[in-house]
């Protein structure tokens, strides 16, 4: 023992100095590392390095249990807040400052070290996250708590600043015990029956629970609380878990870092000051940035334009018309020009002109059209749904879905296109249960349905099984109206088929056309002869009989043109067939009297039908404008019955002595008897008679619609009428109306009220007051004296007569919707085919707050790359 060294009980001065210059030494390597972190200085290239996370609870004193206020960044020093779980310390310790968080004496370099190891790998993944989401934006709504999967600082920033959004203007579902949420558990309500409001508490409309929205962002460790964490769905029991939740210690301390944070940001005087203006500087350059790509995407969508190319490189060949766009704009614009130069100087990784991006502001622009549509129908209140389908370039039926509602801030007709909708089954149930679900994602109520138009389809009009019928069974007041216009083509096409002879004519007409068209040769050879200022040929339409008008037009005025050309192709052409087709046409057809009469009598048929059925395809025809319409063409065909064949014979025989032809018919010999008929009289008894008939016939079976709406709203529209009415017959009228306009213990209107309102309004009803629409708007001016008329003359106007808006739509399914583009998503035609066709309505929708949230998102990327 005594042989053995004593033990120091003390390290020696110069183990003191070597601890002592290691612990200087760590304390000197971690200056810096959080200014280094919140300014940006270069962009990251590959990994990321070693840097102590941003947050304020990783840069803790190490060996202290109490954590800081880790939500704002904040030294509040002498803090002593525990974990969130009601274990709250007494003791004031000091928190550690995240710039050189580390206490010595407690932890070795080694720790500290493996420590920061860990963060810098955590750091790396947030970095390599952040670049590979930088070009796009999620389409869920970050303000629905249900969405917050991992909350981070720059969530918590994002929503504070944004503050929570209550819900309350929606049904909320119930739940297996029909049990829901309701609007009132949003107050409070004191002993002294003061009512308080809830602020903090939100709702889910994805999970349908309720939140606590403070403890839910600064709760740091998990809970048995679901106000907390998976959130509350049990509403028989939820004002007593309100009751406990406000009274916890936990719950006022998140409010406390809530509020404390709010006011931070809002009075900009939070430690990360600067990382903040850098913030809302790149914010402001993004959202000019994208202003600008907002007015590109309109452009291009409103012509019809395709966006990408080859390539999506800026100042590149081929690389598509979006780019194009925005590098001729960058030439005059200091915005973009910046914004180019950064990125060919590779300045900025993150430019938002990528593809993902141009998909993202297609679909922001038209949701918020779409809104702005659904707001002006929902002002309306009633409305009428347009439907027709149309196979696209891929052979995938598309439905286009169209509303008619009065504008009431107007008093003018508007009918909305609110998308395609992508149909599998074509059947009148299935096509209705489409129909449904578009109204309820677009939250219109069926029941506030007062007119359906569809065309003549089985599936459509079908009175058991057909769309209109299933219709009618939920709602008895949403009137079914035939198309006016593909009713038109239907009675054109029962006169033709009605008579052979009237087969034969078209057929020729349509030869005419096919033999020049066939060639570039041919074509010039009838262009010499009609001239410049001559009608060309039209091929016939199997769908649209009203405009074969131009087809009949252009042979009826210049028959010895036409024949000429032909003689001179039977003379020239070495092609056999061709010789045949026209010495046919000029032995036979156009050297028959006959086909000159059969010019005259159906250029004056269509071109009568043609006229009323372009008046009828107006997006402001009202049901009575188009029946006083239908009343003059049928007017027309009985005097034509009767003095339009003279006519058309006085004209026929014109185009006989320019045709140097003779005005003969062909005898035809009575098969009944042996006594020889006259041409002519067989050819109008047969031929004449057999087409207008047909059409007399026709009126009255598709346009009995027309009939019904006139029982019921004849005496509105019909002014003069309203006039002269007693008073007996008018409240009989309103009375018969208002049945009509009932369903169950719902109705629009009381009858006596309206009869007493009409009374008074012929009287005061401006002479210069000849239409509905007049009416209506003497009503929008008188402000609200006569309610029970305001609302006659509004669904009266909301009735549909055609389905020509949805036809204009097809027109611009197939320029977007090309050969070229067929492989387009859904979501991406129903955006560009909702700024292309509402393009007016676009142009009224105020971005600004849309691009605003669209570049605060964008802007903390950037910054935290």
């Known amino acids: 023992m005594a042989g053995m060294p004593l033990k120091r009980k003390q390290s020696s001065g110069c183990q003191n100095r070597k601890n002592q210059k290691k612990r200087l030494a760590s304390t000197k390597s971690l200056a810096g590392s959080f ?30 249990e109490n954590d800081g206020i880790a939500d704002n960044g904040m030294n509040e020093g002498n803090v002593s807040d525990g974990a969130a779980d009601n274990e709250i310390e007494e003791d004031n310790v000091n928190v550690g400052v995240a710039n050189n968080g580390v206490n010595e004496g407690i932890k070795g370099a080694d720790g500290d070290n493996r420590d920061r190891n860990e963060d810098d790998a955590n750091t790396t993944a947030e970095n390599n996250e952040v670049g590979n989401c930088g070009d796009k934006l999620t389409d869920r709504d970050m303000l629905d708590p249900g969405n917050w999967e991992t909350i981070d600082k720059k969530l918590v920033d994002f929503l504070v600043e944004k503050g929570p959004v209550r819900v309350d203007n929606i049904i909320f579902p119930r739940d297996d015990k029909n049990d829901c949420f309701s609007s009132y558990h949003y107050f409070r309500k004191l002993s002294n029956f003061e009512k308080q409001d809830r602020r903090w508490l939100v709702y889910s409309k994805t999970l349908d629970k309720v939140f606590c929205f403070c403890c839910k962002l600064f709760m740091k460790r998990e809970s048995n609380y679901q106000l907390c964490s998976t959130g509350f769905n049990d509403w028989n029991n939820l004002s007593g878990r ?26 900009e005087k939070t430690i990360d000051k600067r990382i903040q203006e850098q913030i809302n500087k790149e914010r402001k350059h993004y959202k000019e940035v994208l202003e600008r790509m907002k007015d590109g995407v309109l452009f291009l969508a409103k012509n019809g334009l395709t966006f990408r190319g080859d390539n999506e490189k800026v100042y590149t060949k081929n690389n598509g018309n979006f780019l194009s766009f925005i590098e001729t704009l960058g030439k005059y614009d200091p915005v973009l020009k910046y914004h180019l130069e950064s990125i060919e100087k590779n300045e900025m990784r993150t430019h938002y002109l990528s593809h993902k991006i141009q998909n993202e502001l297609i679909s922001m622009l038209a949701d918020a059209t779409r ?38 801030s107007t008093a003018r007709i508007e ?38 138009g569809y065309d003549n389809g089985a599936n459509m009009k079908g009175k058991h099984k057909g769309v209109q019928a299933r219709l009618l069974e939920i709602n008895p007041r949403a009137f079914y109206t035939p198309c006016a216009c593909h009713s038109l083509n239907l009675i054109l096409s029962d006169m033709a088929k009605s008579c052979p002879k009237a087969s034969s004519f078209f057929g020729s007409i349509q030869r005419i056309y096919t033999l020049f068209s066939a060639s570039t040769n041919r074509w010039d050879v009838f262009k010499e002869e009609i001239g410049k200022k001559g009608w060309t040929l039209k091929p016939l339409s199997d769908t649209r009989w009203e405009s074969r008008v131009a087809s009949v037009k252009a042979i009826r005025y210049q028959a010895p043109k036409i024949r000429n050309a032909l003689e001179r192709l039977r003379d020239s052409s070495p092609i056999s067939q061709e010789v045949s087709t026209a010495d046919s046409l000029v032995s036979f057809d156009l050297h028959n009297f006959e086909f000159y009469l059969s010019l005259t009598i159906w250029y004056r048929l269509l071109f009568a039908v043609n006229t009323v059925s372009k008046s009828l395809q107006s997006k402001d025809m009202d049901i009575g404008v188009a029946i006083q319409q239908m009343k003059g063409l049928i007017e027309f065909f009985k005097d034509f019955r009767v003095n339009g064949f003279q006519k058309a014979m006085d004209e026929a025989k014109e185009i006989a002595r320019a045709m140097r032809t003779e005005p003969t018919f062909r005898e035809v010999r009575n098969t009944r008897t042996t006594e020889p008929t006259s041409g002519e009289e067989f050819f109008r008894k047969n031929y004449f008679l057999y087409i207008v008939d047909s059409a007399m016939s026709s009126f009255r079976t598709r346009f009995e619609q027309f009939q019904m709406y006139e029982e019921i709203f004849g005496f509105l529209y019909d002014l003069n009428k ?11 009228a309103c009375v018969a109306l208002e049945a009509y306009l009932k369903h169950g213990r719902s109705s629009d209107i009381d009858g006596r009220e309206l009869c007493m309102e009409l009374i008074v309004m012929r009287i005061v009803l401006p002479s210069s007051c000849s239409k509905p629409i007049d009416v209506l708007q003497f009503l929008l001016r008188m402000g609200g004296c006569y309610p029970n008329a305001w609302i006659d003359y509004r669904i009266l106007l909301t009735i549909p007569v055609t389905v020509a808006s949805a036809e204009r739509s097809f027109s611009m399914l197939k320029l977007i919707f090309s050969y070229l583009r067929s492989t387009m998503s859904q979501e991406r035609l129903v955006g560009l085919s909702m700024l292309a066709i509402e393009n007016d309505m676009a142009m009224q929708v105020d971005f600004k707050i849309v691009l605003s949230d669209f570049a605060s998102r964008n802007a903390r990327r950037v910054i935290f790359e």
């Not at 309100?242 to 009075?267: D, Q, T």
């Open 35 to 64: 200014d280094k972190f919140l300014i940006r200085n270069q962009p990251i290239v590959g990994n990321a390095t070693n840097e102590d996370d941003a947050t304020a609870d990783k840069g803790m004193n190490e060996g202290n």
């Open 242 to 267: 309100f009751a406990s939740h406000e009274n916890c210690g936990v719950h006022h301390r998140c409010m406390y870092y809530w509020l404390e944070l709010e006011l931070r940001l809002r009075k």
């Open 371 to 408: 809104k702005l549509i659904v707001k002006k129908i929902h002002e309306a209140k009633y409305f009428s749904v347009i439907l027709d389908c149309t196979p696209d370039v891929s052979r995938r039926e598309k439905m286009s879905i169209i509303i008619r509602c009065v504008d009431v």
């Open 415 to 452: 009918e909305y296109y609110l998308g395609f909708l992508r149909v599998e089954d074509k059947t009148g149930e299935g096509l209705f249960f489409e129909l449904e679900d578009a109204l309820i994602n677009l939250g219109l109520n069926i029941d506030d349905i007062r007119g359906q």
């Open 722 to 732: 309203l006039k002269y009415m007693s008073e007996d017959e008018l409240m009989s």
